[in-house]
């Protein structure tokens, strides 16, 4: 999705090739075997492969009742990126990430028509593993929401859930977890202390922690720095910078700056559509909608 830039294509070199010399017969055949094969030169362009899509939605409905929130939604999200969803509150932006793991589910009335898919499957389809959706599709709510347990006990909560037992290869993860976390460093000393002693940046990077010991693809984020502080904000961000080169991650925001800030794509929804999807520098500089244009310019929202 990401527009390649133009390149000028090289002029054409004609060059006069030299009269094949006369073989022994006279007949000019070249007998000295085939031709070596050509050295392509130096810094010659080679076409990029095209990024896997991790996540997608064709002409994807979503009704509460009969308001309907989603309206034929079409987004591809690439693996290994950031990608932002951002608009004005109501617009669906929440309601669109958590079709990804079927937590709408959970909410009496939702119908949806369209089809969603993670790495190609249709996660609607009757067969779906929906707890099993949910370990490979993690999320992260707006405010932190560790259990109150201790810090040890969040992250192997979920490995526990799978069947985890192994008192060695339990501690092995919730390290591993917590690293990935950027947390181990502040609480190895403290592992067995409540969570809730936590501050709320430290809180949310733990809720990081525990969705990514169940070895998720997905990272869905709902507004995860909101509720936090300028400098537990700025851990945020840099954490999902780095989460990004394991995992596929599609945060919601209300903070535009945010999304320029961490995102390699932006979407822009308003009143249930999606109106605009791009790169996230070329969306903020050179929106092809109006309706985007005026978003990002304050006009409304």
């Known amino acids: 999705m990401v527009a390649d830039p133009s390149v000028k294509p090289s002029p054409t070199i004609r060059t006069e090739l030299p009269s094949r010399p006369a073989g022994p017969s006279g007949d000019g055949e070249d007998r000295r075997g085939p031709a070596a094969p050509a050295t392509p030169e130096p810094g010659a362009m080679h076409a990029a492969p095209a990024p896997q899509i991790r996540l997608r939605t064709h002409a994807f409905d979503l009704f509460y009742g009969a308001h309907q929130a989603l309206k034929a939604v079409t987004l591809e999200v690439p693996s290994h990126s950031v990608t932002a969803i951002i608009g004005p509150s109501g617009c669906g932006k929440s309601t ?83 690293r990935r976390a950027a947390l181990w460093d502040e609480v190895r000393d403290r592992l067995g202390r409540s969570a809730l002693a936590l501050s709320g940046g430290q809180q949310q990077r733990l809720c990081i922690a525990r969705a990514l010991a169940v070895e998720p693809e997905v990272l869905l984020m709902d507004e995860p720095a909101s509720a936090l502080d300028p400098t537990a904000t700025a851990r945020i961000e840099e954490l999902a910078l780095e989460l990004k080169a394991r995992y596929t991650i599609l945060v919601v925001t209300h903070n535009m700056q945010q999304a320029a800030r961490i995102s390699d794509l932006t979407a822009f929804m308003l009143q249930g559509e999606l109106i605009e999807v791009g790169e996230t520098r070329a969306l903020f500089t050179r929106p092809r909608q109006k309706l985007t244009e005026d978003y990002i310019t304050g006009r409304f929202g």
């Open 96 to 178: 669109l990430l958590r079709a990804f793991n079927r937590m709408n589910d959970l909410i009496p009335g939702v119908r949806v028509g369209g089809r969603v898919e993670l790495s190609g499957n249709d996660v609607y389809a009757p067969a779906t593993d929906v707890v099993e959706l949910r370990r490979r599709v993690g999320m992260v709510f707006q405010r932190p929401n560790p259990f109150p347990k201790s810090i040890f006990d969040n992250v192997a909560f979920g490995l526990r859930l799978l069947g985890v037992r192994d008192r060695g290869e339990l501690e092995a993860r919730v390290e591993q977890s917590l």
